[in-house]
């Protein structure tokens, strides 16, 4: 599956339009995360556990979205944007990737 942040690949045209695509995950710390992540936020510095949920959640999100397309029949997607949100005073963060399903040909 061909991904993009822009609206088209070079060397490619685009044959039809499938639709906006979506992939949506909501992830809380596990504990050790939030242990580790807590005594880091007293310190200051890099909170490791904090990316290492952040990037499992975008991961996630990326392959629900990529599932989605290929349901709909694409072999692409043009236009992926992430959006995060916390919830419940920080407890847990949605993760939202979204972009627009397509089916691109060889130019």
């Not at 939030?34 to 904090?50: D, E, H, M, Q």
């Not at 407890?91 to 691109?104: D, F, K, P, R």
Request: hydrophobic share 45%; proline share 2%.
């Amino acid at each position: 599956m061909h991904v993009t942040t822009t609206f088209e690949f070079q060397g490619y045209r685009i044959t039809e339009y499938k639709g906006m695509v979506r992939g949506i995950i909501v992830r809380s710390p596990t504990i050790a995360q939030g242990i580790l992540g807590g005594l880091k936020n007293i310190v200051g510095g890099t909170i490791g556990a904090y990316t290492e949920m952040c990037e499992q959640a975008r991961r996630q999100a990326h392959d629900s979205m990529i599932a989605h397309a290929a349901a709909m029949g694409a072999n692409a997607v043009v236009g992926v944007r992430y959006d995060a949100t916390e919830l419940g005073q920080a407890t847990a963060t949605e993760v939202l990737c979204y972009g627009t399903a397509v089916v691109i040909a060889p130019a």
